[in-house]
């Protein structure tokens, strides 16, 4: 069965350095999402894109987040520069397109700890 | 904006007891919904959805859920809960947003813990 590929696991850092996430969707997938989960509450949207397109960033902490998705399959989020409350569990995952509501499939995440 | 409440954030039952989480949401117009399970030390995986047709919709290990369009709830619900069931549960609605795309929210949570 196809999965939501994530790397690193696991990362840790000090604050104001830069951090990078990479995510590779479910093939076919035309919508991926960087969700941020802090411990003890639900996935919050950070950003959707619809192939290599932002649809949604508007949850993006823009000063210090970018996302990209540049041939609209697999996408990279950066921190920089990471700060304490950046720590949490990143979460990506996909969806076979939008215009339609789909359902979502989830990678395993990318734990972050900022010390 | 579409916003989801799920009424218990910690659970604790015992073995072979029955189970209601709650989950409400915010939205005027046609959503999907959703819940989720995150077993300890695992990553977020699909439990059962609505999309529509029968409002009482079966998942995977037993579970179900009642999409009520009224009350804006969609509650999750087992009759007799198992000491593997302990994990967290998020409720999600996927709904349209103003673009065309769609847009998906997760509750908090609720912690689930099964004593044998």
């Known amino acids: 069965e196809a999965e939501v590929a994530q790397s690193p696991r696991y990362k840790i850092t000090e604050k104001s350095q830069a951090v990078a996430f990479w995510c590779d969707p479910i093939?076919?997938?035309?919508?991926l999402y960087w969700y941020r989960q802090i411990l003890g509450q639900g996935p919050e949207l950070l950003v959707q894109?619809?192939?290599?397109?932002?649809?949604?960033d508007s949850q993006l902490p823009k000063d210090r987040f970018s996302a990209e998705r540049l041939k609209g399959v697999d996408s990279t989020l950066k921190i920089q520069p990471a700060e304490l409350g950046d720590s949490a569990m990143y979460l990506c995952?996909?969806?076979?397109?939008?215009?339609?509501?789909?359902?979502?499939?989830f990678g395993p995440g990318t734990r972050l700890l900022v010390l | 904006a579409q916003s989801v409440s799920q009424h218990n954030h910690h659970v604790i039952l015992s073995e072979a007891a029955s189970l209601e989480l709650g989950c409400n949401y915010s939205?005027?117009?046609?959503?999907?919904l959703f819940w989720y399970v995150q077993y300890p030390g695992q990553h977020l995986q699909l439990l059962l959805k609505?999309?529509?047709?029968?409002?009482l919709v079966k998942g995977i290990k037993g579970f179900e859920a009642e999409f009520i369009k009224s009350k804006f709830s969609f509650n999750l619900r087992k009759p007799s809960v198992q000491w593997s069931d302990t994990a967290e549960y998020f409720c999600?609605?996927?709904?349209?947003?103003?673009?065309?795309?769609?847009?998906?929210?997760f509750g908090i949570g609720t912690k689930l813990q099964v004593i044998p």
């Open positions: 894109f619809q192939d290599e397109s932002v649809v949604d």
């Open positions: 939205y005027g117009g046609t959503v999907n």
């Open positions: 093939s076919g997938h035309a919508t």
């Open positions: 995952a996909s969806s076979l397109r939008t215009g339609s509501l789909e359902t979502q499939y």
């Open positions: 609505y999309f529509s047709g029968d409002p």
């Open positions: 999600a609605v996927n709904a349209k947003e103003g673009g065309g795309y769609q847009k998906v929210t």
